[in-house]
């Protein structure tokens, strides 16, 4: 089982900064890509940005420029820096990982964080 734990949530002033960090852990497995998504109260969850074990990364038109998604593979860790946050950045952000077994098998697993409250005052 691999477990997804995000930290760095919170209430931050717009223009302000938040930094979000997903630590996955277990045994046996290797990331191929880790990411972070984004819900807000009647909105379907949205895809913010992604990067892959390779350094590849993707972001949403919404967050380009102002938003910056990093890893550190020995940890398994995704990091996501927010800088000139605005009000409808307001969601639930949840950590997401594509994984595989380090045994073999199947090649995409998929597990979610159980999300972190990002709020943004006007």
């Known amino acids: 089982q691999v477990h997804l734990v995000e930290s760095g949530g919170g209430l931050v002033q717009a223009g302000g900064s938040l930094r979000l960090s997903c630590a996955a852990s277990?045994?046996?497995?290797?990331?191929?890509?880790m990411g972070w998504y984004r819900q807000a109260p009647g909105k379907q969850r949205e895809l913010v940005a992604t990067?892959?074990?390779?350094?590849?990364?993707n972001y949403a038109d919404s967050v380009k420029g102002r938003f910056t998604i990093s890893r550190d593979n020995a940890k398994n860790t995704v990091h996501l820096q927010m800088n000139s946050l605005k009000p409808e950045d307001t969601a639930v952000y949840y950590c997401?990982?594509?994984?595989?077994?380090?045994?073999?098998?199947?090649?995409?697993?998929?597990?979610w964080g159980q999300g972190t409250q990002v709020t943004v005052s006007s």
């Open positions: 997401n990982a594509d994984y595989y077994r380090d045994y073999g098998g199947y090649y995409h697993w998929v597990t």
């Open positions: 277990g045994s046996s497995f290797s990331i191929n890509a």
């Open positions: 990067i892959t074990s390779g350094g590849t990364t």
